[in-house]
T-cell receptor, first 116, second 114 residues
Framework: DQQVKQNSPSLSVQEGRISILNCDYT??????FLWYKKYPAEGPTFLIS?????DKNEDGRFTVFLNKSAKHLSLHIVPSQPGDSAVYFC???????????????FGKGMKLTVNP | KAGVTQTPRYLIKTRGQQVTLSCSPI?????VSWYQQTPGQGLQFLFE???????NKGNFPGRFSGRQFSNSRSEMNVSTLELGDSALYLC?????????????FGPGTRLLVL
């Protein structure tokens, strides 16, 4: 049962345009959402996050939007740059009753290609 | 600060063998989580350790085990390797176990099982 879904495996955009990466989740207990970026041969690096009490968080060229009623979040990159080409993972966390600890649930990732 | 380090970076094993992977977290970080990444499956959570105790465990068979030492370094062991265990194994560290804490990932250990 995949609780965090990134339904599009890839996206290709032109440099300077907007990149929109989408993520859906099924568990209404999730209260914190993160985006990670991964280059080949490297581990994922944290990009931006959002708490469920917000609907938008912005950091430079990156903005994450959260729609709790739709259980949907998106990452906007404006303007897109060739260096943004990477695999992007959406992740969510919640307090699970088992063990009482929180853990991250990741989506399968989406490959973004920004063409010069 | 030095980042998360993982050793070895690459490993080739044969079916039936066992393997131990090592992870050194960022200094001061007490939580270490392990993930398996395979093509098309994203990052799947294996387990998390905090203060030498396993705090959470994903849906992996008992062949996958881990431990954490008093200096927060962690090891992951896979026994009786299967072809399907070929994957990138990622370790991540954070200050605490809270999901809102940023996790810092190592470069991973790429395991190939022949």
């Amino acid at each position: 049962d995949q609780q965090v879904k990134q339904n599009s495996p890839s996206l290709s955009v032109q440099e300077g345009r907007i990149s929109i990466l989408n993520c859906d989740y099924t568990n209404s207990m999730f209260d914190y959402f993160l985006w990670y970026k991964k280059y080949p041969a490297e581990g994922p690096t944290f990009l931006i996050s959002i708490s469920s009490i917000k609907d938008k968080n912005e950091d430079g060229r990156f903005t994450v939007f959260l729609n709790k009623s739709a259980k949907h979040l998106s990452l906007h990159i404006v303007p897109s740059q060739p260096g943004d080409s990477a695999v992007y993972f959406c992740a969510a966390s919640a307090v699970f009753t088992q063990g009482g600890s929180e853990k991250l649930v990741f989506g399968k990732g989406m490959k973004l290609t920004v063409n010069p | 600060k030095a980042g998360v380090t993982q050793t070895p970076r690459y490993l080739i094993k044969t079916r039936g063998q066992q393997v131990t992977l090592s992870c050194s977290p960022i200094s001061g970080h007490r939580s270490v989580s392990w993930y398996q990444q395979t093509p098309g499956q994203g990052l799947q959570f294996l387990f998390e350790y905090f203060s030498e105790t396993q705090r959470n465990k994903g849906n992996f068979p008992g062949r996958f085990s881990g431990r954490q030492f008093s200096n927060s370094r962690s090891e992951m062991n896979v026994s009786t390797l299967e072809l399907g265990d070929s994957a990138l194994y990622l370790c991540a560290s954070s200050l605490s176990v809270r999901g809102s804490e940023t996790q810092y990932f190592g470069p991973g250990t790429r395991l190939l099982v022949l």
